[in-house]
């Protein structure tokens, strides 16, 4: 966050369709992103900075999705083109994790207890969850290596331009 006595700094502000974007730069890699529809907010959520300008290039589909009360504009913006993106961050990647994980292990409990399946039944059922957990797993390290790595890429990005602006040039 950006100390209180440091002013923030507008990173954009325009409207889309009646609704008012803002995005001011909070530090930490991160920007704080506020919509509004009149003197009502309708959404103000954390955002990585170097992704920010994705909230500017698809507010149209931001607007279609707040209008059909849905995400998926804010999920399109987040998107890195591989399946994963930025709106959910590590923490929530791990609770959806133990979410499935508590889901799949109920799947299996009422089959041997409800249903009277057999036990290959239920060790299919286990390894398919074994699979899926595997997968967010695998997801949740991807997204906290990209996390650190971006951060770092950050603020070496912060690191270059500080020395720019002394007039300190970086070979």
């Known amino acids: 966050m950006t100390p209180p006595d440091e002013p923030r700094k507008t990173v954009f502000s325009f409207n889309e369709r009646g609704f008012d974007f803002d995005a001011v730069d909070i530090g930490g890699g991160d920007a704080l992103i506020t919509i509004r529809r009149g003197n009502e907010t309708v959404r103000e959520l954390k955002f990585p900075a170097y992704k920010v300008y994705n909230i500017a290039a698809h507010a149209n589909d931001i607007v279609d999705g707040l209008l059909e009360e849905s995400d998926r504009g804010l999920q399109i913006a987040g998107s890195d083109g591989l399946g994963g993106e930025a709106m959910t961050p590590p923490d929530e990647a791990r609770k959806t994790l133990e979410s499935r994980t508590r889901e799949w292990l109920d799947v299996a409990i009422e089959a041997v207890c409800t249903q009277g399946e057999d036990a290959d039944t239920v060790d299919l ?8 957990i595997a997968a967010l ?13 971006l951060r770092q ?3 070496d990005i912060g690191d270059f331009a500080h020395a720019a602006l002394r007039g300190e040039e970086e070979r």
């Open 153 to 155: 890429h950050i603020a």
């Open 125 to 132: 059922v286990m390894a398919d969850a074994g699979v899926h």
């Open 137 to 149: 797993e695998t997801r949740i390290e991807a997204l906290e290596k990209e996390n650190r790595l």
